[in-house]
């Protein structure tokens, strides 16, 4: 059976961390097969600010954008995105990144 360690606090008196409660729930027969830390998996996805969004010089249906996603200076990045302009706000993982689900690394 899989839950949530969210699901599992809401039935318990607890501010201990998951390592404890995996010990303890083990110490009383109910085998732990494994814990997942979805968010470690999404850690290197960030929400970034679109600060300025142009036409490719070479092809029409891309973009030229400058993002922010708070990690020093903003980087170019092109994009295929029709809608993508100033001021909005969406996902950004720089090269390298690993996307879980379809195991793929940028």
């Known amino acids: 059976?899989?839950?949530?360690?969210?699901?599992?606090?809401?039935?318990?008196e607890t501010d201990r961390p998951i390592a404890?409660?995996?010990e303890k729930l083990s110490m009383i027969g109910l085998e732990v097969e494994g814990v997942e830390d979805r968010a470690e998996a999404l850690a290197s996805f960030r929400v970034a600010h679109v600060v300025?969004?142009?036409?490719?010089?070479?092809?029409?249906?891309?973009?030229?954008?400058?993002?922010?996603?708070?990690?020093?200076?903003?980087v170019q990045?092109?994009?295929?995105?029709?809608?993508?302009?100033?001021?909005?706000?969406g996902v950004f993982a720089a090269s390298g990144a690993?996307?879980?689900g379809i195991d793929v690394t940028l």
Do not use: Q
């Open 1 to 12: 059976m899989k839950f949530t360690f969210d699901w599992l606090k809401e039935h318990l």
């Open 20 to 22: 404890d409660i995996v």
């Open 52 to 74: 300025s969004a142009g036409k490719h010089p070479d092809a029409d249906r891309l973009k030229v954008c400058m993002v922010d996603y708070g990690d020093g200076d903003p």
């Open 77 to 89: 990045v092109v994009c295929g995105a029709p809608n993508a302009r100033a001021g909005m706000k």
């Open 98 to 100: 690993y996307i879980p």
